[in-house]
């Protein structure tokens, strides 16, 4: 069953605008981590935040974290066409190395 | 190669017959995972090696499935009696050893597997 849930599933914007993806999932999690994934590539990792912090940066990106409400949510500022994708986040069960449970992915279009 | 590599990149076949996908993760890296993703959709867990322990197969959607790691290294999935729901892409990951105390390891992805049953 999907854990998490990607919202919006589809946004489009212009360059140089910021883009806000949601993620709410369901059961208690060690951490969420966001993906990406250019057409007809593989996934590519792009941040992780631990159950114990609320707010993690990297770059133009911004990963904020509510176990209280189980969402989170992932910032991109300033975005660039290149930042076209599809964003998914991933939530971890528990510490060990087991399998992580997908959204359905948010879809970013950035035109230029 | 530094990555994960995945072959075949794209494999059409008629329902009914087997098929062989094959994962190289990157070196060193204890973990791997199968995942499928459907058009359109996330991806699902299919299963899961971690070293010499038993491999974690809870999410194999029916006995036709089935996969094996040779040497902790290369890993194969294969679909037996293929049917047309099993047309999809199948994605492999790998991550690092787990060590006492450390959080989930990011995982890295190849570019998949395109399986389309005619």
């Known amino acids: 069953s999907q854990q998490g849930e990607e919202d919006p599933q589809a946004l489009s914007i212009q360059e140089g605008e910021n883009a806000t993806m949601n993620c709410s999932y369901k059961t208690s999690i060690n951490n969420l981590q966001w993906y990406r994934q250019n057409s007809g590539r593989g996934l590519v990792h792009l941040i992780l935040?631990?159950?114990?912090?609320r707010e993690k940066h990297s770059g133009r990106l911004r990963v904020t974290l509510d176990t209280s409400k189980k969402s989170s949510s992932l910032l991109i500022t300033a975005s660039r066409a290149a930042d076209t994708a599809s964003y998914f986040c991933a939530t971890a069960l528990n510490q060990a190395g087991t399998a992580l449970i997908f959204g359905k992915g948010t879809t970013l279009s950035v035109s230029s | 190669g530094a990555g994960v590599s995945q072959s075949p990149s794209n494999k059409v076949t008629e329902k009914g017959k087997d098929v062989e996908l094959r994962c190289d993760p990157i070196s060193g890296h204890t973990a791997l995972y199968w995942y499928r993703q459907s058009l359109g959709q996330g991806l699902e867990f299919l299963i899961y090696f971690q070293g010499n322990s038993a491999p974690d197969k809870s999410g194999l959607p029916s006995d036709r499935f089935s996969a094996e790691r040779t040497g902790g290294s290369v890993s194969t999935l294969t679909i037996q009696r293929t049917q047309q729901e099993d047309s999809a892409v199948y994605l492999c990951?790998?991550?690092?050893?787990?060590?006492?105390?450390?959080?989930?390891?990011?995982?890295?992805f190849g570019d998949g597997t395109r399986l389309s049953i005619l």
């Open positions: 990951a790998s991550s690092p050893i787990l060590l006492s105390g450390q959080d989930n390891q990011p995982q890295h």
């Open positions: 935040i631990r159950s114990n912090e």
